[in-house]
Each structure stands twice: as C-alpha cells, then as structure tokens.
C-alpha cells in the first residue's frame, strides 16, 4: 500500500514542482532574451531532459554488467517513444478539454452553442511549420539511430560524436531563430517574488535550478515506486521496464505540457515536447554509442518503429492541415500499439 502512496504522493510533488520550473523558465529565457518557443524547445527542454540523460550516462558510463547498460540503451529508446505518443495524445486531451470549458462557459454566458469558444484548427497552436520542421529533424535522426542498432562495424562507437554534433546544430539553430520569434508576453509574477512585478535575477535562477533538483528526485522515486509495484501486480520486470518507466521518466515533460496548455500556452507545450525529443534522440543515443554495442533486440526494435510511426503520423497531419487536438490526441494510440506488440515478444 505504501508504494501506491508514494505513487501517488510523487506524482503530485512533480506536477507543483512543474508548476514553480515553468514559472521560472520563462523568467529565465526573458533574462537570456530567448524567444519564446526557444523557452520550450531548449530551456526546458534542457532542464526536464537533463535528469534523464545523467541516469544514462551512469547507466552506460559506469554499469558493471550488460543489464546495466541495457538499461541506458533501455532509456535512450524509451523516452522518444512515451514523447512521441503519450506526451503527444495527453497534450491533445487538456486541448480538447480546455475547449469543452471554455464552450461551457461561453453557454452559460449566453453565447448561442457556445460560439466562438473553440479556437480554428491551427490557430492556437503555435508555429505549426516551425513543429514541422523539428519532427522532420527528429525523424531522420531517429531512422540512423535505429539503423545503427541493427548493424556493427568497427567505428560504429564514434559515430556518437556525431549525435552530439546534431544536437549542437539544433541548439544553434533555434537560438538564433529565437531572435526573429517576436513573441515575448507578459509573465505572471515569479512565484518566489509574487510582490515583484520584475524578479532578481537570483530569484530566477535558484527557483529553476531547485525545482529541477526536486523534479528529479521525485522522477526516480516514482520509477522505483513502478519497479515494486509492477511485480505486484502480476507484471513482468519486463513489461515496468518498456512500458511503465518511460512515461515515469517523461513523467515532467508531460506536466509541463499540461500547465502551458492549461495557461492558454500551447506554443510552448508542443515545443517543450519537441524539444526534448530532439535532446532525447541525439545526447542519450550518443552516449550509448560510445559506450555500449548499441545492439537492438525486438523489444527495442518493435519501440522504434512504433515511434517513427508516430512522427510520420504527426507529419501527416501537419503536411495535411489536419492537426486539430482531436487528431493529436490519438497519438497516444501509438503506445497501446506497442504494449499490444510486446506480447508475443514477452511471452
């Protein structure tokens, strides 16, 4: 019973924690001068990823055992796959559900059915070409990486470098994109100085950087809560690995996504998400390579190509002018595809 508590507990203690980090983010790209997708696709892209890339990194770097290093190789595929669909589908469900209220609302004030509450397919979402072009960066960086894991060759190891490489390009290129962004808006009070209509610098940065701490503690409590209650339940250690683990280590990019979207910031939730997809198929994959075979299994083999599904599934409604929350929202469907291919492999 205590494991659920904890479930429970630290689920709630991320989705604050999560509250006060987004606070402070947007606090501290306006300290930068960011623009304000650069907010969500790296400053908190950085910061919610970071704690999963240093559980790689041990994982990999100093895993005694092969298990050990699965483990990190385990993370860097699991993480783009529970992005890809999960964060994905939840973001269009608080979409779909933030119309449902504000179609309430406006009823209730009197507006005939609620018109004009919903906002137009597209609008409201951000800059969808700019979304385009990042899911098209992730996909042709996430097909070499499952290829690499298919193959072996005696230089595979330093092709690593080369992940690195790609996401210092991406990093480049959306800081200096940032500049023509043109989006800066008011920002509630930083929640550390809620009397001051302009933060200390200090006050930014401490809130940031103790809110990450605390995320990350929670995140891997909450993982280990899933470890020992996953036996419990009947479910193979398996099974709490490839399925319920990644959403716990996605588990921040998910709340973040919830806030912004509950705040009427859509832009940065879609960015946020895209952008640690693009830290979590380059840094992760990277380090991997250096430092394991970087060999596939079908369970991992079956997790990237249920994620490349995902991406092309979103690229298709982009190209087509379909990206409504509805359609985002069975992104999530992706995920069930997955768990459903897992069976005759687990089996």
């Not at 991406?170 to 994109?177: A, C, P, V």
């Not at 909450?222 to 399925?243: H, K």
Request: glycine share 10%; aromatic share 10%; hydrophobic share 55%.
């Amino acid at each position: 019973m205590i494991h659920f508590v904890l479930l429970v507990v630290c689920a709630a203690v991320i989705y604050l924690s999560c509250e006060w980090f987004v606070n402070a983010v947007e606090w501290l790209g306006q300290r930068l001068n960011v623009g304000a997708l650069a907010v969500g696709t790296i400053l908190a892209a950085f910061g919610t990823a970071l704690p999963e890339s240093v559980v790689t990194f041990v994982a990999v770097v100093f895993g005694h055992s092969a298990e050990q290093k699965d483990i990190g190789v385990g993370a860097a595929m699991g993480g783009p796959l529970a992005l890809a669909t999960v964060a994905y589908g939840v973001t269009g469900v608080m979409l779909l559900l933030r119309r449902r209220t504000r179609v309430t609302t406006a009823v209730a004030a009197g507006v005939p059915d609620g018109a004009g509450a919903g906002p137009v397919p597209g609008h409201g979402l951000g800059d969808l070409g700019r979304l385009a072009r990042d899911q098209r960066w992730f996909l042709t960086i996430f097909v070499v990486k499952v290829a690499l894991g298919l193959v072996a060759f005696a230089i595979k190891p330093w092709l690593g470098l080369l992940f690195f490489a790609a996401y210092a390009a991406y990093f480049w290129k959306e800081i200096r994109s940032s500049a023509a962004d043109g989006e800066g808006e008011d920002l509630d009070p930083l929640l550390m100085q809620r009397r001051r209509s302009v933060p200390a610098t200090w006050a930014v940065v401490t809130q940031t950087l103790i809110t990450l701490v605390i995320i990350f503690g929670a995140s891997q409590l909450f993982v280990r809560q899933l470890d020992a209650i996953g036996p419990m339940l009947g479910l193979p250690a398996a099974v709490t690995a490839l399925l319920l683990s990644p959403i716990a280590t996605e588990l921040p990019e998910i709340m973040n996504a919830i806030i912004w979207v509950r705040q009427g910031k859509t832009s940065l939730a879609l960015a946020n998400i895209s952008g640690a997809m693009m830290i979590q198929a380059t840094v992760p994959s990277g380090l991997g390579l250096l430092f394991t075979p970087w060999r596939f299994d079908a369970a991992l083999l079956i997790s990237g190509i249920v994620t490349m599904a995902a991406i092309v599934y979103l690229l298709v409604l982009l190209r087509s002018g379909r990206f409504t929350p509805r359609n985002l929202s069975f992104a999530a469907l992706f995920y069930l595809a997955f768990a459903v291919a897992l069976i005759p492999v687990l089996a």
